[in-house]
């Protein structure tokens, strides 16, 4: 049997009395543990998926397992949020206010296809939304009617290389076993005009 110093080894395990650790005890301790820790994993993840409301390690764990299918914030359950998030509710604000000025009246309505060209949203540092992190916003289609406007928006994420989060590395780092999946969602919003800055 091998064997390898205990003083190379702070672990608490029962061990020879020669001060050496046997490597099958080290090995099945280290199954032992990544057991235990992917069993809360998986445990914590399908809580997300149980409440209708996906957490981190649903994501993770869907990036694993889900083969690549997309995620809607509205099927997940994390639609509101988002949606009340200031970075997004500042996004279409702004989209209104461009809308207001190009038109050059209150009184218009856009059917813009999927237009960009504005700040992309950021709600990493919201716990329940940090997965969704920066993504694309988009403006489909817009009416205002003097009173108040009426927006639908809609962004695309993609949820990929978990691992390198700051694109430190180029073409990213993907895990064994996972596929990239993106992240969708569509909404409508409204906004009284009084709220906006109005360019007549």
């Not at 009416?143 to 990929?160: A, M, N, P, S, T």
Request: with cysteine; net charge negative.
């Amino acid at each position: 049997m091998n064997y390898l110093p205990l003083a190379n080894l702070p672990l608490n395990i029962s061990f020879d009395p020669s001060g050496y650790v046997p490597i099958p005890a080290i090995v099945a301790g280290a199954v032992a543990s990544a057991s235990a820790g992917y069993a809360a994993f998986k445990l914590y993840a399908n809580k997300g998926r149980a409440d209708g409301k996906w957490n981190t390690a649903t994501f993770v764990d869907h990036y694993w397992s889900g083969g690549g299918q997309s995620a809607n914030l509205g099927t997940i359950g994390l639609a509101e949020q988002f949606e009340n998030h200031p970075s997004v509710q500042e996004a279409v604000q702004k989209a209104f206010e461009r809308g207001i000025a190009n038109n050059r009246t209150t009184k218009f309505t856009m059917d813009n296809g999927l237009e960009s060209g504005f700040p992309n949203t950021n709600v990493e540092e919201l716990s329940e939304l940090f997965s969704i992190g920066n993504s694309t916003f988009f403006n489909r289609f817009m009416k205002c009617d003097g009173i108040e406007c009426v927006g639908h928006f809609g962004i695309k994420d993609v949820f990929r290389d978990p691992l390198d989060m700051n694109r430190l590395i180029e073409g990213g780092v993907e895990l064994p076993f996972s596929k990239e999946f993106p992240i969708n969602h569509r909404f409508e919003m409204r906004f009284p005009m009084s709220g906006l800055n109005q360019c007549e």
